[in-house]
């Protein structure tokens, strides 16, 4: 297999031009080049072109995730796992963080409102009904924010500050909308913060924390005028680092809200993160373009292996 790097993305633009470029100009030596992978009507035991692919977009096209699974098990190493990013979800990853000793909001996975047509009540015999919901709130406490246990980008996101809010927030997650489909959905703890970090995490040991302002617009939301320094940046990097190592990420992002001298892992499921550079300001996505193509050069040359390979089941039946 070639020494070539693709790179699936969706609607960036700032990320894949520089990407492709800096693994060029340092792969070049090396025999390794990157592209913008091409990919369509895959065969079972199509020889992978790619022995390394970046995936930025497959958890809104589902072809590429089928693809990538395929090509995993042909030789090629996919950032992120393919198989471990369709099965994360949030409630895991807040067991998972406890486990782990770093701090989480008090969080409850709540049943769905609703569900697809085909869905009666001799299928929900072992849910209970009706929701404690009074129960529900006193562990949380309110205000408290309820969120899709799965997907990102603060969408359909509640803060909720009564019983009614809640109750009202959690219909909207029944798919009432046309084009909408019924949520898993899970209450946290709403965290009144003091000071908020967002961590890019390249390859589980390159950890970047910088502040951030979930309240600004968009393209405002990293402060980099006031770095994260000292006892609570070696807080942050410890944390982030012990849950994209558990999780085996190579590319992610990990938010922590911090009150009181604790800080809260808030989002921690973010495989396919924001490196447009308009938004997370040219100093850290220099950083980016240097760990991410450090990373994939040597994936392609064999001197390093993804955490994940070895650890599927399947892995010890083939040969690649």
């Known amino acids: 297999m070639s020494k070539i790097v693709g790179l699936l993305v969706g609607r960036e633009n700032t990320f894949p031009g520089p990407f492709i470029e800096t693994v060029n100009r340092k792969g070049a030596a090396q ?21 390394v692919i970046v995936d930025r977009i497959s958890h809104e096209v589902p072809y590429y995730r089928a693809h990538l699974k395929s090509a995993a098990l042909m030789g090629t190493v996919v950032v992120n796992d393919p198989f471990w990013w369709e099965a994360d979800e949030k409630f895991f990853e807040c067991t998972l963080a406890r486990m782990l000793g770093v701090a989480v909001p008090k969080t409850v996975v709540l049943p ?4 697809i047509s085909d869905i009666n009540d001799q299928s929900l015999r072992n849910l209970k009904y009706p929701l404690d919901w009074d129960d529900i709130l ?10 899709p246990n799965t997907g990102g980008g603060w969408k ?11 109750l009202w927030a959690y219909d909207q997650s029944g ?8 949520k898993t959905m899970i209450l946290q703890e709403f965290i009144k ?27 405002d939301r990293y402060v980099v005028s006031r770095p994260v320094d000292g006892e609570l940046r070696d807080r942050a990097v ?14 992610d992002t990990v938010e922590f809200a911090v009150r009181d001298g604790t800080l ?42 993804p955490p994940w390979r070895g650890e599927h089941r399947w892995w010890k039946h083939v040969r690649t």
């Open 238 to 251: 410890h944390d982030a680092r012990a849950l994209v190592d558990a999780l085996g990420y190579d590319m």
């Open 175 to 182: 798919g009432l909308s046309p084009g909408h489909r019924p």
């Open 193 to 219: 913060w003091e000071d908020y970090i967002r961590c890019i995490c390249i390859g589980r040991t390159n950890i970047l924390p910088i502040r951030y302002d979930p309240t600004a617009p968009f393209a």
């Open 156 to 166: 359909d996101v509640y803060r909720v500050d009564s019983k009614q809010d809640l």
């Open 112 to 115: 769905n409102k609703s569900y």
């Open 138 to 147: 006193s562990y949380v406490g309110l205000p408290a924010i309820l969120k």
């Open 264 to 305: 809260y892992a808030i989002d921690f499921l973010n495989p396919a993160p924001d490196f447009d550079s308009f938004s997370i300001k040219e100093d850290n996505f220099n950083w980016v373009l240097e760990k991410m193509s450090d990373l994939v050069i040597a994936y392609a040359n064999g001197t390093a292996l």
């Open 31 to 51: 025999g390794v080049s990157a592209e913008l992978a091409v990919l369509g009507g895959t065969r079972e035991l199509e020889l992978p072109r790619y022995r």
